[in-house]
């Protein structure tokens, strides 16, 4: 089994032969009950990989996002995106490869990191690969790292796609897949948070009314920057019935995982795949939208029935 798209996932050999024609942006994040902690900036200063430059994904006004969004990690502006590229050097003819680490104890799975910028990177029109395995296999195999600060070069002005919104559905879009006999809602969070017994997101928990639920563990393997092989993937997907799904949208809390189930589609080729930008950050806050709490209901530890 094969990927259809094996260009947007690169090894550590390749990456290795490849050190002085790429551009190579670091995301490494680390969570603690689910805020920014600003540890990542000092686990990259420690070492990276030779040429790396951070790149401040995870903060919730990052590189890319919009700072003038009520949400975090909201999609950035196409005037905002253009400049975060020219001050990274990155121009149409830039190759970028994403790389994270993923912490050995926390919250945090690097993958996800690594497909949020993927998945906004492409989609403007870059051209972008994740570094399977992450910065961990890099040290892991003994290959050269360094504290060395690299600068970023002049580059071209970046010409976004004329189609970069092709990725990004938002509330209505929602709604209107959950209508349709042709699209499928995907939540990407653990089963305890689909079904109610943890707790979730905002007021209320459990997941869209509608929604199927295909957690990012079925892609990538906790505690690492690694995806699972092709095979595994592919078995995941069509368990769901994703790659035959004329059209699909993926979320989670704040769009972050949700970007790993769209990565694990684009790998096979899907060509209709958009994230909810708001996920349950949004949708939870909106009692006239529909959610499902599967969980029983809460029981009062008073019993005033007995005689």
């Known amino acids: 089994m094969e990927f259809a798209n094996p260009r947007y996932l690169v090894d550590t050999d390749w990456l290795e032969d490849n050190l002085a024609n790429v551009r190579i942006l670091d995301v490494t994040a680390m969570l603690t009950s689910k805020l920014i902690n600003r540890a990542e900036v000092e686990v990259f200063a420690k070492s990276h990989i030779p040429g790396a430059i951070f790149f401040d994904v995870p903060s919730g006004k990052g590189c890319l996002s919009d700072p003038d969004a009520n949400l975090p990690w909201t999609w950035p502006k196409p005037e905002d995106f253009v400049a975060t590229m020219a001050r990274y050097g990155i121009d149409n003819q830039t190759r970028v490869v994403i790389v994270a680490t993923t912490p050995r104890e926390g919250l945090d799975n ?5 497909t949020r910028a993927w998945w906004t990177l492409h989609h403007f029109g870059v051209d972008c690969a994740i570094l399977d395995g992450g910065v961990e296999k890099w040290r892991d195999e003994g290959r050269a790292l360094t504290q060395e600060v690299t600068m970023p070069p002049a580059a071209a002005p970046f010409v976004i796609d004329d189609n970069w919104r092709r990725g990004l559905a938002g509330k209505n879009d929602v709604l209107a897949a959950l209508a349709s006999a042709t699209t499928c809602v995907v939540d990407t969070l653990a ?11 905002g007021a209320r928990k459990g997941h869209i009314t509608g929604a199927i639920n295909v957690p990012i563990g079925r892609f990538t393997i906790a505690g ?7 095979a595994e993937i ?7 019935d994703l790659l035959a799904t004329e059209k699909v949208v993926t979320y989670c809390g704040g769009a972050i995982a949700a970007t790993v189930d769209a990565f694990a589609l684009a790998l096979f080729g899907h060509a209709d795949v958009a994230v909810y930008d708001g996920s349950l950050m949004e949708w939870t806050a909106d009692s006239e939208l529909p959610m499902t709490d599967p969980s029983p209901p809460a029981t009062s530890s008073d019993d005033t029935s007995a005689a």
Not at 234 to 240: D, G, N, T, Y
């Open 234 to 240: 592919h078995e995941a997907l069509a368990a769901s």
């Open 224 to 230: 690492t920057a690694k995806f699972r092989s092709a």
């Open 110 to 114: 690097g993958t996800m990191w690594c």
């Open 191 to 201: 089963e305890s948070s689909f079904s109610g017994e943890s707790a979730g997101y």
